[in-house]
């Protein structure tokens, strides 16, 4: 299995002097919106799809289209996308195979339209929040879900085999073993991770946190936990999973453990490092 992050959505978030001033190579977009492009013996695999050719072309059709443009200031850059990314790499993109979604918030999903041949695989618990939203957030962020073109879509239970206190899958349908979806509740009702497990463990949290410093101590901005006030569907969920996550990222040092919108996250892996 050969892995490639991609930023597939920079952003420049109306708060961002307040959440990232540790990172030396911040510029104006400071947040960014971490895929994975996994090679494996069963094809493309990809983890999110960030931002897609249509909210690049016509940001008005994102599903939190007005609010979301003017808070988190996308940059909408078509060379971000990931089908033109995985052009580049010399790929068709119409070989991504499977898609694996952490939740369905617009900046993970924006680009399954892109890749209407690729089965989602999802927990059955984000499907059921975005087919049946519930509460007022809910039904706003789920106002505009865009899976229509992806007739093929794989929903999971979890049930038992508990790993580090989280509810996983393995043997998501058609994918290799090695790569798992882990229940990670709070900032949406079936919010996932991806854990792969490989000589160098990644353990990608999506949206449970959003800045490293989160995760290695805690510290949250100001400005954050404003945010996770508004976003997180259950905030007490969400501390308990983070308070896990710690536990992992402390206990197994080995483990990769990163989120979906750190910059310094991003650009360390991306270059190989940890
Ligand atoms: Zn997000």
Redesign the pocket.
Same mark, same amino acid.
């Given at each position: 299995m050969k892995i490639h992050h991609l930023n597939c959505g920079s952003f420049c978030p109306l708060s961002h002097p307040l959440l990232n001033r540790a990172v030396p190579e911040l510029d104006r977009f400071n947040l960014v919106?971490h895929c994975l492009l996994i090679e494996s013996d069963q094809g493309l695999i990809l983890v999110d799809t960030g931002l897609g050719l249509q909210d690049v072309r016509a940001h008005s059709r994102m599903a939190i289209n007005f609010s979301f443009n003017r808070i988190a200031k996308p940059k909408l850059d078509l060379e971000e996308t990931a089908f033109i990314q995985i052009s580049k790499l010399g790929f068709n993109p119409l070989d991504v195979k499977h898609i694996i979604v952490t =939740?369905f +918030?617009a +900046? =993970?999903i924006g680009g399954l339209a892109d890749f209407p041949l690729a089965k989602v695989h999802v927990l059955k618990d984000e499907w059921l929040a975005a087919q049946t939203p519930k509460s007022a957030r809910e039904k706003a962020r789920y106002r505009q879900i865009r899976c229509d073109q992806n007739k093929d879509v794989k929903v999971y239970e979890t049930r038992g085999d508990l790993w580090h206190g989280f509810k996983r899958v393995q043997n998501l349908e058609g994918i290799d073993p090695s790569i798992y979806l882990v229940s990670l509740p709070g900032h949406t009702r079936g919010h996932a991770g991806v854990y792969i497990e490989q000589e160098n463990p990644l353990f990608f949290a999506? +949206?449970a946190f959003?800045l490293q410093t989160q995760l290695k101590n805690g510290k949250s901005p100001l400005a954050l936990e404003l945010y996770n006030r508004l976003a997180h569907e259950d905030l007490q969920l969400a501390k308990e999973t983070l308070l896990k996550l710690q536990d992992i990222d402390q206990q197994e040092p080995q483990i990769s453990v990163f989120c979906? =919108?750190d910059r310094g996250q991003f650009l360390n892996l991306a270059k190989g490092k940890r």
């Open positions: 919106c =939740h +918030d +900046d =993970h999506g +949206d959003m979906s =919108h």
